[in-house]
């Protein structure tokens, strides 16, 4: 068990304070004041000062420090670079919605996937995050911000399914009654398509969104842009999501980047068409953002108008996805990666 209180569940917590001789009631107390963005125990005021002061001893909240703050000029979108306890540096993103506030987090530090048009795995995985550390992203960009987050999206640096038992935690937590109690309907968690893992997760019948980026309609192009491809095949892939839609009755949603010249024509979208034959699914179409280090390019808006027409002609609901904060490095793990390149 993690020796951080806000990574343990209100019955783990109940265990912990009753071992320090505490009544059953503190439990909640201390529970509720974690999971409203606290830096210190001594904003907990109905606490007697001496448990405060054992509980900071034992059990240090360790909160993470704002190092760069970018707010969008165009849409108010505001990116976060947040520096962890151990030094490491992860990113959030905080999108304003009609709906509702929408937080996407990091759930790695770095990632091992590979993924060619993607700047979060550039310089590999360093480590997984805690349960905590994927909370904290949400309960003090929420803090900063001053605006209530609604909606989570768990598709920043890393891949979620690589951090599997640390993520499922993470999801208890935040939908927890007494802490953030945020809706599992109101939850996207994106996979670059981990197999056994999408398996495993379908057995849970959680009812959150699981995003799959796809961003190839066959093997061929998807092995050129995604590594992960080599070990779960884009037909294996297919089938596990198959099998994820008849274990949960939630529609798949696939993200697909849309990259000038390599997966773009109208031909890859009727092969789309074809390979999703009777699997309920919507598609998202990401025009690219651009990475420094990538000689990859977006697509131009009469291409990815064209792909989308035939895909939804075919009968697969597509939406293009609004472009939000293009002028705060919003492509995920930019921003880390410019911060730790002028450090060194």
Same mark, same amino acid.
């Given at each position: 068990?993690?020796?951080?209180?806000?990574?343990?569940? @209100? =019955?783990?917590?109940?265990? %912990? /304070?009753?071992?320090? +001789?505490? $009544?059953?009631?503190?439990?909640?107390? !201390?529970?509720?004041?974690?999971?409203?963005?606290?830096?210190?125990?001594e904003?907990?005021?109905?606490?007697?000062?001496?448990?405060?002061?054992s509980?900071?001893?034992q059990?240090p909240?360790?909160?993470p420090?704002v190092?760069?703050r970018?707010?969008?000029?165009?849409?108010?979108?505001?990116?976060?670079l947040?520096?962890?306890?151990d030094?490491?540096?992860?990113?959030?993103v905080?999108?304003?919605y009609?709906?509702?506030?929408?937080?996407?987090?990091?759930?790695?530090?770095?990632?091992?996937?590979?993924?060619a048009f993607?700047?979060?795995?550039l310089?590999?995985?360093?480590?997984?995050?805690?349960?905590f550390?994927?909370?904290?992203?949400?309960?003090?960009?929420?803090?900063?911000?001053? @605006? =209530?987050?609604?909606?989570? %999206? /768990?598709?920043?640096? +890393?891949? $979620?399914?690589?951090?599997?038992?640390n !993520?499922?935690?993470?999801?208890?937590?935040?939908?927890?009654?007494?802490?953030?109690?945020?809706?599992?309907?109101?939850?996207?968690?994106?996979?670059c398509?981990?197999?056994?893992?999408?398996?495993?997760?379908?057995?849970?019948k959680?009812?959150?969104t699981?995003?799959?980026s796809?961003?190839?309609?066959n093997?061929?192009?998807?092995?050129?842009?995604?590594p992960?491809?080599r070990?779960?095949?884009?037909?294996?892939?297919?089938?596990a999501?198959r099998?994820?839609?008849e274990?949960?009755?939630?529609?798949?949603?696939?993200?697909?980047?849309m990259?000038?010249g390599?997966?773009?024509?109208?031909?890859?979208?009727?092969?789309?068409?074809?390979?999703?034959?009777?699997?309920?699914?919507?598609?998202?179409?990401?025009?690219?953002?651009?990475?420094?280090?990538?000689?990859?390019?977006?697509?131009?808006?009469?291409?990815v108008a064209?792909?989308q027409?035939?895909?939804?002609?075919?009968?697969?609901?597509?939406?293009?996805?609004?472009?939000?904060?293009?002028?705060?490095d919003?492509?995920?793990?930019?921003?880390?990666?410019?911060y730790?390149?002028?450090?060194?």
């Amino acid at each position: 068990m993690s020796k951080n209180l806000k990574s343990m569940t @209100l =019955p783990e917590l109940g265990a %912990v /304070l009753k071992e320090m +001789g505490q $009544p059953a009631f503190r439990a909640k107390q !201390v529970y509720t004041w974690l999971h409203k963005g606290v830096r210190s125990y001594e904003e907990m005021t109905n606490l007697p000062k001496a448990l405060r002061d054992s509980l900071a001893e034992q059990f240090p909240i360790c909160p993470p420090q704002v190092v760069r703050r970018q707010e969008s000029q165009k849409d108010g979108t505001i990116k976060y670079l947040w520096q962890l306890s151990d030094g490491n540096c992860v990113e959030t993103v905080l999108m304003r919605y009609h709906y509702g506030n929408t937080v996407c987090i990091s759930t790695e530090v770095g990632c091992r996937m590979g993924c060619a048009f993607c700047a979060s795995t550039l310089g590999g995985l360093i480590r997984k995050l805690e349960p905590f550390e994927m909370l904290d992203q949400v309960l003090f960009t929420q803090v900063d911000s001053g @605006l =209530p987050v609604s909606h989570i %999206v /768990l598709m920043g640096i +890393g891949e $979620p399914l690589d951090n599997y038992e640390n !993520v499922l935690r993470f999801l208890e937590l935040v939908n927890s009654e007494d802490g953030m109690n945020i809706s599992m309907r109101h939850i996207s968690l994106s996979t670059c398509g981990l197999v056994p893992k999408i398996d495993a997760l379908a057995q849970e019948k959680l009812q959150l969104t699981l995003s799959v980026s796809l961003h190839a309609p066959n093997d061929q192009i998807r092995d050129a842009i995604m590594p992960v491809n080599r070990a779960y095949p884009t037909e294996e892939l297919i089938g596990a999501c198959r099998r994820y839609y008849e274990a949960t009755g939630r529609r798949i949603s696939f993200e697909y980047a849309m990259i000038d010249g390599i997966n773009d024509s109208v031909e890859n979208a009727r092969e789309l068409l074809r390979r999703m034959k009777g699997l309920p699914a919507h598609f998202n179409l990401i025009p690219l953002n651009h990475v420094e280090e990538s000689p990859l390019k977006p697509s131009s808006k009469e291409t990815v108008a064209r792909f989308q027409k035939c895909l939804t002609d075919g009968g697969i609901p597509a939406t293009v996805r609004r472009t939000l904060g293009g002028d705060i490095d919003a492509s995920c793990g930019q921003l880390r990666r410019k911060y730790n390149k002028e450090k060194n």
